[in-house]
């Protein structure tokens, strides 16, 4: 090579390590970073920001005297267009069905240093040392996953004889620390990693599931063990996290990893079998026994609103959705998206207005027909005619119009969970952007803080109960036959033609 070509290369690597390295001695930001551009989630609608007066927009028929009205801004966000239906629903319990059942046949990835994939932080395994210990969950799912006579413990793989690599955990403790690479953390537990590829025969999942999700059998009918069907997640405390940060930022910076949890981190393991008698114990001395026994598991239910569910099942239905859109972004080096989770009744209230700030209903003006006479939501009009606006209970979902905003009954149907505390005066003290109380309550927890807001009405509430201002409340562990849920999630930025 002449010396030409070598000064000619010098100088080019020279330029690259100078442009790569200080940017000319510019600022001029982070050059690894991806493009951001934000598309609807499926089956969600853009919310903008705005601010509008929340509260009531017409008489207050009952006196209650738990709503004034005030002015609230609030930031933009994406909501489902309908409520979460019977089949989406299922894809959650489906999902959740076969995580059980891949961990009992101990189907986990193994190729990998073991504490960068064999071992992975999980949220969907089951601890059945905490089955086996809390009769509230179930004792039968402990008694047929390990037998009496096995140790106690997390279970990694398969323990065949066969299994040369099988390790227990110590009673009541989890895997060694040199186990998972140096990890040490009492607080933290730490699974394998369910390989979500492995081929299970049909046979062989048939029979797993028979042997932990099915109760009996009457009459060819299968019943199933709905206490078994369970979700194990965890999340963190935000609030409690800002507010001890406020009090004493290096308190928690010393803090131990083990520490941290304890504090700052919720475990949460969730039922999530809608309750599918609701429909017949919500109503003495009626014959529902159809929708008791059919409304969640028939394809002809698939499109109807899901019901049945508390509100933990619908926060438990959040997080599983925030983990499947984000699992699949992250395995593609795609940028995350914020948490699916329930509206705040601020959030919930502005976005059932669409807009028309002083309208009593979502789609303007105070009478419940329009001009044809038809009825435009699905309640309990007249003097109890339940049929008159063309459904008797609930019925599928987009079958009224929706409001400006693209959303689909906001008004009957069925009610909607949200994430706030009911509190008869809380506008006399909640902020006026983005105002919320939201708490997840514990079972020791007295039963005023269980009280959680539920708006929209349902198909069995006279027209006061669906207007958009009306509150309502329900015990965030209680289920019913009309009280269903929608997801939201935060808009990253101010506006969609911030990214255009």
């Not at 099942?313 to 499947?324: D, E, G, L, P, V």
């Not at 003290?429 to 005023?448: F, G, L, R, T």
Request: glycine residues 6%; charged residues 25%.
């Amino acid at each position: 090579m002449n010396m030409k070509k070598i000064l000619f290369l010098s100088s080019i690597v020279a330029l690259l390590s100078s442009c790569g390295g200080s940017g000319n001695g510019e600022l001029i930001g982070g050059l690894d970073r991806s493009d951001w551009n934000p598309t609807d989630p499926y089956g969600m609608v853009f919310v903008p920001q705005g601010s509008f007066i929340m509260g009531p927009s017409d008489q207050d028929v009952p006196f209650a005297n738990v709503s004034t009205n005030q002015r609230v801004s609030v930031g933009a966000f994406y909501m489902d267009e309908t409520e979460i239906t019977n089949n989406e629903y299922r894809q959650f319990e489906r999902w959740v069905v076969d995580s059980i059942i891949r961990s009992y046949l101990g189907k986990f990835q193994t190729e990998g240093p073991r504490n960068e994939v064999t071992l992975v932080k999980s949220n969907y395994l089951i601890n059945l040392t905490e089955i086996k210990n809390n009769d509230e969950i179930s004792l039968n799912l402990y008694n047929r996953w390990m037998g009496e006579d096995e140790e106690i413990g997390w279970r990694e793989i398969d323990p065949t004889e066969d299994d040369e690599n099988y390790e227990y955990a110590d009673d009541d403790e989890n895997l060694s620390a040199d186990y998972f690479g140096g990890v040490d953390d009492e607080r933290a537990v730490y699974l394998p990693k369910i390989d979500w590829n492995a081929r299970i025969s049909e046979d062989e999942r048939n029979e797993v599931f028979a042997n932990l999700f099915v109760k009996s059998y009457v009459d060819g009918h299968v019943v199933k063990e709905e206490n078994n069907f369970i979700y194990r997640y965890e999340l963190l405390d935000v609030k409690a996290l800002a507010n001890q940060n406020k009090k004493d930022e290096k308190a928690i910076d010393d803090m131990s990893g083990a520490e941290y949890r304890e504090k700052f981190v919720v475990d949460q393991l969730v039922r999530i079998y809608p309750s599918t008698l609701d429909y017949q114990s919500d109503y003495a001395y009626a014959n529902n026994e159809t929708d008791a026994t059919l409304n969640y598991e028939h394809i002809a239910y698939d499109d109807y609103p899901v019901v049945g569910i508390t509100w933990h099942q619908a926060n438990a239905f959040c997080h599983w959705r925030t983990h499947i859109i984000n699992s699949f972004l992250r395995a593609n080096n795609e940028p995350i998206l914020p948490d699916f989770r329930l509206p705040t009744e601020t959030e919930w209230e502005y976005a059932a207005r669409g807009g028309l700030s002083l309208s009593p209903y979502p789609w303007g003006g105070p009478y419940t027909r329009n001009m044809k006479g038809c009825f435009l939501a699905n309640f309990k009009p007249l003097r109890g005619n339940y049929t008159a606006d063309g459904g008797l209970k609930a019925i599928k979902v987009r079958q009224y119009n929706p409001n400006n905003y693209g959303l689909y009954d906001m008004s009957g149907n069925v009610a909607e969970w949200t994430s706030t505390v009911f509190d008869e005066t809380s506008t006399s003290y909640s902020h006026d952007m983005n105002s919320d109380n939201s708490y997840i309550s514990e079972e020791s927890d007295a039963n005023v803080l269980k009280r959680k807001v539920v708006r929209g009405g349902s198909w069995k509430d006279i027209s006061y109960f669906i207007q958009t201002s009306t509150r309502a409340y329900e015990y965030d562990d209680v289920s019913t036959s009309y009280i269903g849920f929608r997801c939201v999630m935060d808009f990253l930025g101010r506006d969609k033609k911030d990214f255009n």
